[in-house]
């Protein structure tokens, strides 16, 4: 009895043991990772802040998930999507795709589902939106006529059918291969309706936004920006009330992120119900992100190891030795650009309005100056950067700047741009204007500076570079009375949504590995701005640009998969044209862009792609000829990352995804980084 007795203790604690090891680790869920990504993102909505800051769009990469992503071979792969079928009907001619989603999940538990999908595309095609990226979804039945105020946005080719599936069909038979490239886009990731309609500002407070990729932003803290030991507020006179009466002159404080964290998304990919382990598919717990170190405190922290990666290195450290070897250089599908406001009154003229002066403000720059001096950057050459797919979705394709591009100045074009200063009878000393930068961005307020200091000292024009800051929220440009006041307003993003601006640089970034996807913006049918409701007209390109032969070689590119098929006496399939007269003339212009560039309109898909490729060459060279944005660099992505994280992948767009990366001995850093943002190094065992 008493060998029973011990036997059955013995078995007793056996299976204990478990249930012990589990509430031993129970606190423990896993790695915290501390970093550096970037001082300068203030809207985390992927539609509208992803594609004007290069290091914004890798943080909210991690926070959205799309139907299909590119993997870092530029290979197209499904990622919401589970499925999909391409149906063409041969009798009806009807084109469909029928699509089957994974069980996907909000980062607040809701099901991910295909009204989701449904209401984002509408979302993108709204002629009451300015989304530059609405053209990607132009194949799509009826997209392009609801930009266009020609239909109504219930009519466009999507419907839910379920929970998880939906069909998408096509204005007719289109590049499927290239469309599904369009979806690989950050830009019409899934976003939940609920949360996005009812607050303005849903893309600017954890607690309002809800993601469906890894990570959530769990917090986000904000403090008071200090300049020379003095906190700095900004006038604004801009501040529209309810009424649209305009506000007088205020103080607003300007706002800097202390820090935020990203942390897992506990339902991504993962079924809560069946008590899947918590690092089923996101192995690290947090990501704190410490923005409140100077640049060298910055770098001692990664030296010493209490910080485990950079995803923006700061300008002042990058010409170290150390971290220029170490650092992963990559290309950041992204260009350094200045655009111009052609309807800015400068000195009582629209100054920009004149090609030859926007030629002569980019003869005088030396693009290889400027990129030396910022060390991770390349002159630009053309506007459409390294890394762009030459001939769509094919992964095998070509880099697109493997043709055209000339744009490297030397110190000889700049009596060239004297010249043609000269002979449109500019006397560069009468006008002064100003370029707006982000303030917090410092590769970029350095560029914008040197390229001041050129158009000052080379050509005699006045400039002047004006930082413009995130302001604590106010009502600028709302429509409601009550606005939260723990959240920021980016007046950058701001200004160049709202044309505020004579000179604005910044990254304009491309929507996909696409070369469209930074070339169609600046004709005026693919522009995604709004639809003036006195004219009836889509409003153009922001700065202004406005070329017949520009848009009529984009939309020679938009025709290519229906060409073939239409003639002159063809009915107006796409809804777009009010007679008859009117679409015999959009016809006539796209066979003469053909015509002009030796092409013939094919039913073969093979032939899509090179055609393509050879007119948005012809676009670029025409938009460089007219240079209503002035190309200056080529943008690099360049990280550090310790040696004791691992795991980190990345895919085409995004050089860190992290949502495997694994910390060496994490645990001994957990009573560290438990209590961020306080650091008690003391506490490291």
């Not at 004579?502 to 913006?521: G, N, R, W």
């Not at 495997?660 to 190094?681: M, R, S």
Request: glycine fraction near 4%; aromatic fraction near 12%; charged fraction near 25%.
């Amino acid at each position: 009895m008493k060998t029973l007795r011990t036997l059955a203790l013995l078995l007793c604690i056996v299976m204990l043991i478990p249930a012990f090891a589990a509430c031993s680790s129970s606190d423990d869920e896993g790695a915290y990772i501390t970093m550096y990504l970037t001082d300068d993102c203030f809207d985390f909505d992927p539609a509208n802040a992803a594609y004007y800051d290069a290091a914004s769009q890798n943080v909210i990469s991690l926070m959205f998930d799309t139907l299909f992503t590119l993997d870092k071979n530029g290979k197209v792969q499904k990622s919401l999507v589970k499925d999909y079928k391409i149906k063409e009907d041969k009798v009806t001619g009807v084109v469909t795709m029928d699509v089957t989603l994974n069980e996907a999940y909000w980062s607040n538990g809701t099901r991910l589902s295909s009204n989701d999908v449904l209401y984002t595309f509408q979302r993108l095609v709204n002629p009451a939106n300015n989304f530059a990226s609405a053209s990607l979804l132009y194949d799509v039945k009826n997209a392009r006529a609801i930009k266009e105020g020609d239909a109504t946005i219930d009519d466009i080719g999507i419907e839910a059918n379920g929970i998880d599936s939906f069909r998408i069909t096509f204005e007719g038979k289109v590049d499927y291969d290239q469309f599904l490239l369009n979806l690989t886009s950050l830009a019409t990731a899934p976003l939940l309706e609920n949360y996005v309609k009812k607050n303005p500002d849903w893309a600017k407070k954890s607690s309002t936004i809800v993601t469906s990729g890894a990570y959530k932003l769990s917090k986000i803290v904000y403090s008071d920006y200090e300049e020379n030991g003095k906190s700095l507020k900004v006038s604004d006179n801009n501040a529209t009330q309810k009424d649209g009466s305009v506000k007088s002159v205020r103080s607003n404080q300007v706002k800097e992120i202390s820090y935020f964290i990203l942390e897992r998304n506990v339902y991504y990919y993962r079924n809560a119900k069946k008590d899947d382990p918590i690092d089923k598919t996101v192995k690290n717990y947090r990501l704190l992100v410490d923005c409140r170190m100077t640049d060298e405190e910055l770098l001692d922290a990664y030296r010493k190891g209490q910080l485990f990666y950079i995803g923006e290195i700061p300008l002042s450290i990058r010409g170290e030795a150390d971290v220029k070897k170490e650092a992963k250089v990559s290309d950041a599908l992204s260009t350094f650009t200045c655009l111009l406001n052609e309807d800015a009154e400068i000195s009582g003229e629209k100054l920009f309005a004149n090609a030859d002066v926007r030629r002569a403000l980019s003869l005088a720059l030396d693009r290889e100056a400027i990129a030396n001096a910022v060390v991770f950057a390349e002159a630009a050459s053309a506007l459409v950067p390294h890394g762009v797919f030459k001939e769509g979705a094919k992964k095998d394709s070509k880099d697109f700047r493997t043709t055209g591009g000339d744009l490297i100045s030397t110190s000889a074009k700049v009596e060239e741009a004297k010249a043609l200063l000269n002979s449109a009878g500019i006397t560069s000393s009468r006008y002064s204007f100003t370029i707006k930068v982000a303030a917090f961005d410092d590769v970029n307020v350095a560029i914008a500076t040197m390229i001041a200091d050129t158009w000052k000292d080379t050509l005699g024009f006045k400039v002047s570079v004006e930082k413009v800051y995130p302001i604590q929220n106010n009502d600028y440009f709302k429509e409601v009375d009550d606005v939260p006041a723990d959240v920021c307003d980016d007046l950058f993003l701001e200004a160049l949504q709202n044309k505020d601006f004579e000179v604005i640089a910044f990254d304009l970034s491309a929507y996909s590995a696409d070369a469209a996807s930074m070339l169609d913006c600046f004709a005026r049918p693919f522009a995604g701005g709004k639809l003036d409701m006195d004219t009836y007209e889509l409003e153009g390109h922001i700065t202004g640009y406005q070329s017949d032969a520009y848009d009529a070689l984009i939309e020679a590119v938009y025709y290519l998969p229906y060409f073939a098929e239409l003639n002159e006496n063809s009915d107006d399939f796409l809804g777009l044209y009010d007679s008859h007269e009117e679409y015999l003339a959009a016809y006539r212009r796209v066979k003469e862009v053909y015509d002009a560039n030796g092409i013939t309109p094919s039913t073969k898909s093979s032939d899509w792609a090179w055609q393509k490729a050879t007119l948005l060459h012809k676009a670029e060279e025409l938009l460089l000829a007219d240079m209503p944005v002035i190309p200056v660099v080529f943008n690099k992505t360049a990280v550090l990352q310790s040696n004791k994280l691992s795991g980190v992948k990345s895919d085409y767009y995004t050089p860190a995804l992290f949502k495997t990366a694994k910390l060496q001995n994490y645990k001994k850093y957990i009573p560290v980084f438990e209590e961020f943002p306080t650091l008690d190094w003391s506490k490291l065992k």
